[in-house]
């Protein structure tokens, strides 16, 4: 009898002891026995943990494994980002116990559909061969189906990287010529925080699907993580545990109220707010649309609809975007605007450090004849962006602009940038520091708008065409805004910080409207000039797009030709016309001239010599005198000279004078100020004493 008790104990111990050692998984998916949820399982064997373990005879030996295992080859998760890091990738998942990536593999061979999920190696004593059991849901052979939830196949790049070291020593060095100025960390903890964690192989600690998943836990998504309201903040402390993203805590994606009304992003979340959501809005740990980087939608896309199925769903920047979103779609999209949509495939993470590409081999970087793009986060850093602009809102400029009011705002925090080395007057920059982050807002502007990009010739200027209109030049803005210059607006440095200009160097207040009635002590944004037309309402802030042409902002939108084509012309009804642009920040004529060169009458016909005052003006164009690309001229007072190139000599003919310099003040100019060829305007001058500039 006592045999028979004892083998009757047994027996009823047995099937105990396998219910608690799956009872993690019992009621999940990967319960493949016939009591199993989920549709693949087995059609007879009832054993729950067989399908991964058997506790003798198992092959590996850790852990305890019975399924055969996947012999694919991978294609591997790989970024620009990574490689120009200089973080060690993997080629391959490991194949054996020792090797970084085999963890991994394990989990692969059933998610990755080439091995049958029946394919066991033995089954209570017998070894199965080739034999598998029989299951639901899967493919004839009896594979893990394409269309399965948990299916990842062999292509992982668009997946988390599994197999990868964990190495958070790895920093990103920017400055003149790698000089490490202002170092970027890869941004990870030091370890991961628990209950998350890394594989120790003989060359240091890797990541593996088991870092992150528990296939034991009965866990939505199967997360080490088991803690939190809803899906949404475990991923978000998933995510969190590993990644230390710079100034994430308090950026506009953490603390934004603003909810998606897609109700499949509730449904999956738990929660369809954006700060609930944290990364998920924009990423995909698994099969992201956007590859590298695991994206959720290509490039773009991902900013304009976020996690929602269509733009109209989330509260993010896409056209018809529900409450609390800024609609950039429609602005970019308008006819002149950066080619953020027109141009795909191109932008690659740290190509500011390799403006001509090729580092790694085939990469893109910033020069226009081969990588010629404007994607978002070339301007804004969506981890580190926070609430609000230079300008408050309902205005087009700054209340109180003073000489630091070009700096970065919070909408452009943490943005790669350049800093040119500044050479005398004239002459164009082409050495250059970058920048982690740029401090200020023209050194975001200038990764493209200066030779570092354009690599243009010594005159600065370009032909490169726009998508709307091949017609227009590019101008190297570096060599305009040079403070070595005699003139410029005041975008690097405040006009009495000017250091090629000489006395005097600003204008005078009268000449200026508000705010920027200060002169001399202010600086600007180069977006306080180019932005959308409705800035003071509806439109997002910024140089987005625009109906009109440049993307001039504010009160008047055209320069230098009238709505009409024609040329704006000195007289009192142009330059008190409101669509003039240069009267958007300039009073020439409110009801008296603001200098002595302005308010003259007739033309500029007429021989030589001095005598009869300025009256040579009215009536004649503005860029007769004013170079037609207003940011910098290396003479005074933006004057051009009939030498000067297009587009700056507007059609290559419209520059008149060949001598100038600046008087004391705006009622000072008398002909000597001013020299022209014989038989233009007052023709040629003696110079003033100081001479003329050059």
Same mark, same amino acid.
């Given at each position: 009898?006592?045999?028979?008790?004892?083998?009757? &104990?047994?027996?009823?111990?047995?099937?105990?002891?396998? #219910? !608690?050692?799956?009872? %993690?998984?019992?009621? $999940?998916? +990967?319960?493949?026995?016939?009591?199993?949820?989920?549709?693949?399982?087995?059609?007879?064997?009832?054993?729950?943990?067989?399908?991964?373990?058997?506790?003798?005879?198992?092959?590996?030996?850790?852990?305890?494994?019975?399924?055969?295992?996947?012999?694919?080859?991978y294609t591997m998760y790989d970024s620009e980002y990574l490689k120009r890091a200089g973080y060690p990738t993997p080629s391959e998942l490991g194949a054996a116990p020792a090797e970084p990536g085999f963890v991994s593999r394990l989990c692969l061979s059933c998610h990755?559909?080439?091995?049958?999920?029946?394919?066991?190696?033995?089954?209570?004593?017998?070894?199965?061969?080739?034999?598998?059991?029989?299951?639901?849901? &899967?493919?004839?052979t009896g594979?893990?189906?394409?269309? #399965? !939830?948990?299916?990842? %196949?062999?292509?992982? $790049?668009? +997946?988390?990287p599994v197999g990868i070291k964990y190495d958070s020593s790895i920093a990103v060095t920017f400055g003149s010529a790698g000089s490490g100025v202002n170092p970027r960390p890869i941004e990870l903890h030091a370890s991961p925080a628990a209950p998350l964690k890394v594989y120790a192989y003989a060359t240091g600690n890797y990541v593996e699907c088991a870092s992150c998943h528990d296939a034991h836990v009965e866990n939505e998504k199967f997360l080490r993580v088991t803690t939190g309201a809803n899906l949404a903040a475990k991923i978000d402390t998933t995510c969190n545990s590993c990644h230390s993203k710079i100034d994430w805590n308090g950026s506009i994606h953490s603390t934004s109220t603003a909810s998606y009304t897609d109700s499949n992003v509730l449904d999956t979340f738990g929660t369809g707010a954006?700060?609930?959501? !944290?990364?998920?809005?924009?990423h995909r740990t698994h099969r992201g649309g956007g590859v590298p980087y695991l994206l959720r939608q290509p490039e773009e896309n991902t900013c304009f609809q976020g996690a929602a199925g269509s733009a109209a769903g989330g509260p993010c920047h896409g056209t018809g975007a529900?409450?609390?979103?800024?609609?950039?779609?429609?602005?970019?999209?308008?006819?002149?605007?950066?080619?953020?949509?027109?141009?795909?495939?191109?932008?690659?993470?740290?190509?500011?450090?390799?403006?001509?590409?090729?580092?790694?081999?085939?990469?893109?970087?910033?020069?226009?004849?081969?990588?010629?793009?404007?994607?978002?986060?070339?301007?804004?850093?969506?981890?580190?962006?926070?609430?609000?602009?230079?300008?408050?809102?309902?205005?087009?400029?700054?209340?109180?602009?003073?000489?630091?009011?070009?700096?970065?705002?919070?909408?452009?925090?943490?943005?790669?940038?350049?800093?040119?080395?500044w050479p005398s007057a004239g002459i164009q920059p082409v050495n250059f520091t970058t920048l982690e982050s740029a401090s200020k807002e023209y050194q975001i502007c200038l990764k493209c708008h200066s030779y570092y990009a354009l690599g243009v010739a010594s005159d600065g200027v370009t032909s490169y065409p726009t998508l709307s209109d091949p017609t227009i030049n590019f101008t190297d803005q570096a060599w305009e805004f040079n403070p070595n210059n005699l003139s410029v607006h005041p975008v690097v440095v405040t006009l009495n910080s000017q250091t090629g200009s000489y006395a005097p160097q600003a204008l005078t207040s009268s000449q200026l409207s508000p705010p920027w009635t200060a002169p001399g002590n202010q600086t600007m944004y180069c977006s306080d000039c180019h932005g959308a037309e409705n800035e003071t309402t509806q439109d997002p802030k910024g140089p987005h797009g625009s109906s009109y042409e440049f993307m001039l902002k504010g009160t008047g939108r055209y320069w230098p030709?009238?709505?009409?084509?024609?040329?704006?012309?000195?007289?009192?009804?142009?330059?008190?016309?409101?669509?003039?642009?240069?009267?958007?920040?300039?009073?020439?004529?409110?009801?008296?001239?603001?200098?002595?060169?302005?308010?003259?009458?007739?033309?500029?016909?007429?021989?030589?010599?001095?005598?009869?005052?300025?009256?040579?003006h009215r009536n004649r164009p503005c860029v007769n005198c004013h170079v037609a690309v207003p940011h910098g001229s290396r003479r005074s007072r933006l004057i051009g000279y009939a030498s000067d190139p297009s587009p700056y000599n507007y059609n290559g003919n419209s520059l008149k004078p060949v001598g100038f310099a600046k008087a004391s003040g705006p009622f000072n100019y008398d002909d000597r100020n001013c020299s022209f060829p014989m038989g233009v305007c007052h023709g040629p001058q003696t110079p003033p004493p100081g001479g003329y500039d050059p």
């Open positions: 009898m006592r045999p028979l008790i004892i083998s009757m &104990v047994v027996a009823a111990l047995v099937p105990l002891f396998a #219910a !608690a050692a799956g009872a %993690g998984v019992v009621n $999940t998916v +990967h319960n493949l026995s016939t009591t199993g949820p989920g549709a693949i399982k087995a059609t007879e064997e009832a054993e729950i943990c067989i399908f991964c373990h058997v506790p003798h005879n198992a092959n590996p030996a850790v852990p305890l494994w019975n399924h055969d295992m996947s012999g694919a080859a990755d559909g080439t091995v049958a999920v029946g394919a066991l190696y033995i089954v209570r004593g017998t070894i199965l061969g080739d034999s598998i059991i029989a299951m639901t849901g &899967v493919e004839p594979e893990m189906p394409a269309t #399965a !939830a948990g299916y990842i %196949g062999t292509d992982l $790049t668009r +997946h988390h954006v700060a609930s959501l !944290a990364c998920m809005n924009c529900a409450g609390g979103g800024k609609d950039i779609e429609t602005v970019i999209t308008r006819t002149y605007s950066h080619p953020t949509t027109g141009i795909s495939g191109v932008h690659t993470n740290l190509d500011v450090l390799y403006p001509e590409g090729g580092t790694p081999p085939g990469s893109k970087g910033l020069v226009w004849d081969t990588s010629k793009h404007a994607e978002c986060v070339d301007c804004h850093n969506p981890h580190r962006a926070a609430q609000g602009t230079h300008a408050p809102s309902g205005q087009w400029y700054p209340s109180l602009p003073a000489a630091t009011t070009n700096t970065v705002s919070n909408a452009l925090k943490g943005v790669t940038g350049v800093e040119p080395e030709t009238k709505p009409d084509g024609s040329l704006w012309l000195l007289n009192t009804t142009d330059a008190s016309d409101p669509d003039l642009f240069c009267r958007n920040c300039h009073p020439i004529y409110d009801g008296s001239w603001k200098n002595n060169v302005h308010s003259q009458q007739g033309g500029m016909g007429g021989g030589g010599g001095g005598g009869g005052g300025m009256g040579r």
